[in-house]
Nanobody, 116 residues
Framework: QAQVVESGGGLVQAGGSLRLSCEAS????????MGWYRQAPGKQRELVAH???????RYADSVKGRFTIARDGAEETVYLQMNSLKPGETAGYYC??????????WGQGTQVTVSS
């Protein structure tokens, strides 16, 4: 059974750092893209960053230079290092895995709260 499990969220002061992890398991198709999205209350879910199987990355403009996404392909794990966090980045952070031609798997999310 396919599973996507996030970890690493928590409470941090503005300017602080957190590292999120996401581990995928039980996915029988080749994983093409692993990424992170976030959703704040009352707002739409938005892409934070993603990384493809060949290592290409994409970041939201708002996080460029502060967040870094990395993937351990052998372990089907993706990490998101978040530095210089801002209060407005308080949100649920969700891991997304795209496998095969069209299969998309989501984790349950991990809460990140940035206090001012």
């Amino acid at each position: 059974q396919a599973q996507v499990v996030e970890s690493g969220g928590g409470l941090v002061q503005a300017g602080g750092s957190l590292r999120l992890s996401c581990e995928a398991s039980g996915i029988i198709f080749s994983i093409n893209v692993m990424g992170w999205y976030r959703q704040a209350p009352g707002k739409q879910r938005e892409l934070v960053a993603h990384i493809t199987a060949d290592g290409s990355t994409r970041y939201a403009d708002s996080v460029k230079g502060r967040f870094t996404i990395a993937r351990d392909g052998a372990e089907e794990t993706v990490y998101l290092q978040m530095n210089s966090l801002k209060p407005g980045e308080t949100a649920g952070y969700y891991c997304s895995v795209v496998a095969g031609e069209e299969y998309v798997y989501w984790g349950q999310g991990t809460q990140v709260t940035v206090s001012s």
